[in-house]
């Protein structure tokens, strides 16, 4: 018994230590910068309950300024803003191109053709995905299929769900990206397993057939994320 | 249900058929223990509790069960009766409670304000269904000295779709003993129930007391109103004899309770209610479950890896040359060392071949093996040259060896992203044993020796004294540890008491056996600063499934000697076996460096296994501190973080008279990661043996660092509890 008393006093002491060296050097491009960490923003959730940061206003400037790639994550969950950067791109046995992408607070997006198929560092995170169905469905046509996604418990197993989903051809849409129209094919995804559900939409530059934009789900703990591509 | 949906899977994706069969072996593995699969979205029923600390209504209990795993402490006070329950939902079916009682007003059998312990046990006969109840028997106190015994069969049904908004639950039961005395309608198997007598050795299964004598109906509802709050009423079957008629605790006037609870957030539950006619009374409610931890835990992701060039497009690159040069391997350990150090993980040895690698690493940061295994590989992908194709990584723990992970790194560039990505690698990894040593090996010269120490406080509690039920001591502790080379060991740690009342304690040892463990307060009195542990250990494999341990010195604050194990544990098996012999001597009361004449030799042979499921057991048959023989019994339920709870009990030659209070020793294990806690990687748990009472029979040695523990928490159950996480 005595161990549980004095583990407690550790972790009371850690914790202290933690607070005091939880500061992370911050990127040296403007962007990189300014936003609200990804993964941090919902472990404070709570400090910061009621008081929303203020916006950035991306501007062609601000971005000419950023190096490389830019992807702007907003999660539904605090509304907070976080810019990311491309730190590996590669193709793999699997169709489709994949990008993973760095938060300010180095939790990580994992994206195939612009399809959710990882998260890393945020908690309850996306393992891993199937994107082949939902890609399939992006030539205008829709479509949909079996995906199987493994999310990760909280107790450090995981659960490979089988969700069933249905791709819906929205049709063309113009979005504005920062200073830029981009004529986009826009897409839903329903996907269900039980009484399980979530919705995605896909919005994918006509021209290029790259995802411009998209709301993805990323798991039952952290929820929907809005996703743009800014630059890159 | 979950197999079937398997095969549905195995269909649609032929493609990953070496995965399905891998999943259907798994599944009926699940299969039987099906009833603890659970579901990421599953927000199951938190069934209330009664005064009891089980699922119930006010005093009398329902049929619900709580989710299996799940945690209840409840504390209820009402009529000058406090009673304090920690229940565990031990199966799916059966749950276990350790309750501490303190009765005011007593006044009788010497004391002034009763106190007691006691054990429950319920099981969940039936599952509620679309039509039927729920079912389950219970035995209440069924262990004690049963001032609380009673058993009761109740039926509870749930009803959500009713005219009244919320939940009702109606709940009827029968109860005999304590919870029959009210209202007695028959005495359907027997009148001849034993009574309950105060300061009785207790501790004995009192089987030929259960459902004898009078048996009373008890009824009533639960109205959860909605999410907050909640009205209760019921008809009890107890009549409180003994604190109404036979002692002035409270006076009862009616058999009718009511109540209402609100629920103040996600595990805190408060309730307060008028009982019995006369009595207010209120009760706290919380319920947690070791899967869902105080702080989810966190860990900052590597960069992705470097997949190699082909060997067509960059012939340089897959070049063998660097496999001759001494000073080009050097160079790669000592960037695998860096880059493993970020991680938290400590290069042990190195041994590279123009094709293959094998790693030798210590992981000092993750609960979970996988993860250190996981990072280890992708640091050997980013360090090590193009031609290295096959990882081998050894965990090391302590100088042992424990398992091997063998992985191909063309199979880790293919299946970062995969859609199954841990799965899938697996599937193509080998988790086999490791040799003892790796001979001709680059070492890492930073880790020997390695000097330790440590300084802070400590706190040392006594349980559960009549007059006193906690007493603590505290102070100043300081520890040490000096490795001078692989496997060596010498530690020890001073305490320096700054105040606390364990010494206090006036009751001196009435054991009838040699006083191996009832002297507590006289070592706790005389020993101001005391040297609590001071030994040497070595610990070596001594063969690829043998672990060897001998260790001199102090080994806690009772006893010192000479301490030798050996451990027979396969990586893949379920089974371990292990003999453990010492001579010991009881050390001096002042902490010091004397002995006092009582020796003895004590040890045992031991049995492990895991079930599956979750499920650990252990036997350990040997000979205890006193000289006794015997047997110790341990069951635990482990869960994949890492929390264990676990119950022992120990019966040996030694009779209950000559035991004494309790009658034969048996406790409660706990274990807690403490990443649970902070959310941070972090390898240390806090652990806790918790017994209703100390006596000498059945008394284990406390030998330092015991092999099991720290060998299996890197074999394969281990590493593949949290495989999922081996990408992180």
Redesign the interface.
């Known amino acids: 018994m005595k161990h549980l008393a004095t583990g407690l006093l550790l972790i009371a002491s850690l914790g202290l230590s933690a607070c005091a060296t939880g500061g992370r050097e911050s990127q040296q491009s403007p962007l990189f910068s300014a936003g609200t960490a990804l993964a941090n923003s919902i472990r404070s959730r709570a400090a910061t309950d009621g008081a929303p940061k203020g916006r950035i206003e991306v501007t062609r400037e601000l971005l000419d300024k950023t190096p490389g790639a830019v992807l702007q994550v907003v999660p539904d969950n605090t509304g907070l803003q976080d810019f990311l950067q491309l730190v590996g791109r590669r193709n793999d046995p699997t169709p489709g191109t994949v990008e993973v992408w760095q938060s300010s607070d180095n939790a990580q997006i994992i994206l195939r053709e612009g399809v959710l198929v990882g998260t890393k560092g945020l908690t309850g995170d996306m393992r891993s995905a199937q994107a082949a169905t939902t890609i399939a469905g992006f030539d205008g046509q829709g479509g949909g299929g079996e995906r199987l996604i493994t999310l990760a418990r909280l107790d450090g197993t995981a659960q490979t769900v089988p969700f069933s989903c249905d791709v819906t051809q929205l049709g063309r849409e113009v979005i504005q990206i920062v200073d830029q129209r981009v004529t986009t094919h826009h897409l839903r995804e329903d996907c269900s397993f039980g009484a399980q559900r979530f919705t995605n939409e896909y919005w994918v530059e006509a021209v290029s057939g790259k995802m411009r934009r998209s709301r993805q789900w990323a798991g039952p703990y952290y929820g929907y994320m809005m996703i743009d591509r800014l630059k890159g | 249900m979950g197999t079937e949906?398997k095969l549905?899977?195995c269909a649609?994706?032929p493609g990953k058929a070496a995965l399905c069969v891998a999943a259907l072996g798994a599944g009926s593995a699940d299969q039987a223990a099906a009833e603890t699969a659970y579901?990421?979205?599953d927000t199951p029923d938190r069934p209330s509790l009664n005064f009891y600390g089980a699922p119930g209504l006010v005093d009398m209990p329902t049929a619900e069960a709580m989710p299996d795993g799940q945690f209840a402490i409840g504390v209820s006070h009402f009529g000058g009766m406090t009673r304090t329950t920690l229940s565990f939902q031990a199966t799916p079916r059966l749950s276990a409670s350790f309750r501490y009682v303190g009765i005011q007003d007593w006044n009788a059998n010497g004391f002034e304000t009763y106190r007691d312990r006691s054990f429950d046990l319920r099981y969940l006969l039936k599952k509620e269904d679309g039509f039927w109840p729920a079912v389950t028997v219970g035995l209440q106190d069924f262990a004690g000295t049963g001032i609380y015994a009673g058993e009761y069969v109740v039926a509870t049904k749930t009803f959500d779709n009713s005219p009244l908004p919320g939940t009702l639950k109606v709940t009827g039961g029968l109860g005999w003993g304590r919870l029959g005395s009210s209202n007695s309608i028959g005495t359907p198997f027997g009148s001849d129930r034993g009574s309950f007598t105060a300061g009785d050795t207790g501790g004995e299964l009192s089987f030929d007391q259960w459902f004898r004598g009078p048996v009373a109906p008890f009824a009533g509802v639960e109205w959860q109103v909605n999410d907050r709050w909640a009205l209760k009423a019921e008809y009890s079957s107890d009549a409180y004899v003994a604190e109404d008629s036979g002692r002035d605790v409270f006076t009862r006037k009616s058999q009718v309770n009511l109540g209402t609870e609100y629920q103040y957030s996600q595990g805190l539950r408060l309730g307060a209610y008028y009982l019995y006619g006369s009595e207010v009374g209120v009760n706290f409610q919380y319920q947690f479950h070791?899967?869902?931890?105080a702080t989810?835990?966190?860990?900052?992701?590597t960069?992705?890896l470097n997949?190699r060039p082909s060997r067509a497009a960059a012939p340089q690159a897959w070049d063998t040359g660097w496999a001759a040069s001494t000073q080009s391997q050097i160079s790669y350990r000592d960037d695998l060392k860096s880059v493993l150090s970020e991680s938290g993980l400590a290069l042990v040895a190195l041994q590279l071949s123009p094709a293959s690698g094998e790693l030798r690493l210590r992981n000092d940061r993750y609960q979970?093996p996988a993860v250190a295994v996981g990072r280890a590989a992708r640091a050997m992908a980013q360090v090590l040259p193009a031609s290295v194709e096959t990882f081998r990584i050894v965990l090391m723990e302590e100088n042992l060896a424990q398992s091997a992970v063998t992985v191909r790194r063309s199979d880790l560039?293919?299946l970062?992203?995969?859609?199954?990505?841990?799965?899938a690698l697996l599937a193509v990894s080998g988790i086999g044993e490791a040799a003892p040593r790796l001979p001709g090996a680059m070492t890492n010269a930073d880790l020997y020796p390695d000097f330790a120490w440590a300084i802070?406080?400590?706190?040392?509690?006594s349980?559960f004294d009549p007059t006193e039920p906690v007493r603590l001591d505290f102070g100043v502790?300081v520890a040490a540890s000096y490795r001078p080379a692989p496997g060596w060991t010498i530690a020890g740690s001073l305490q320096h008491r700054l105040g606390g009342n364990v010494g206090d304690d006036p009751r001196t040892s009435n054991s009838r056996l040699p006083k191996v463990r009832t002297n507590g307060s006289l070592y706790a009195n005389q020993g101001e600063t005391a040297l609590n542990t001071a030994y040497v250990s070595k610990r070596w494999k001594a063969g690829n499934d043998l672990y060897a341990r001998v260790s001199l010195g102090y080994f806690e604050r009772m006893f010192g000697g000479v301490s030798a194990e050996l451990l027979w544990k396969p990586v893949t098996s379920n089974l371990a076996l292990g003999v453990e012999a010492n001579y010991v001597k009881q050390r001096d009361f002042d902490g010091g460096l004397g002995f006092q004449d009582y020796s003895v030799a004590t040890g045992h042979v031991s049995a492990y296994y895991e079930f599956g499921g979750g499920y650990h057991g252990q036997l350990d048959v040997g000979r205890y501190l006193a000289g006794d023989l015997g047997a110790t019994v341990t069951i635990t339920r482990e869960?994949?973080?890492g929390w264990r709870v676990g119950g022992f009990a120990t019966l040996t030659d030694v009779s209950s008279e000559e035991f004494g209070e309790g009658s034969f020793d048996k406790g409660i294990n706990?274990t807690?990661p403490?990443n649970w806690?902070?959310?941070?990687p972090?390898k240390?748990?806090?652990?806790?043996?918790?017994r209703p009472i100390q006596r000498d029979g059945g008394a284990r040695l406390m030998a330092p660092g015991r092999l099991y523990e720290s060998v299996r928490s890197g074999h394969r159950n281990a590493l593949e509890?949290?495989w999922?996480?081996v990408?992180?």
């Open positions: 949906r549905r899977d649609w994706w579901s990421i979205f070791p899967r869902n931890p989810p835990l966190t860990v900052t992701p960069l992705p997949v979970a560039e293919a970062e992203f995969d859609p199954m990505a841990a799965d802070g406080p400590y706190v040392s509690p349980y502790e869960f994949e973080n706990l807690v403490i806690f902070l959310g941070e972090d240390r748990s806090v652990s806790a043996t918790i509890d949290q999922s996480r990408w992180e």
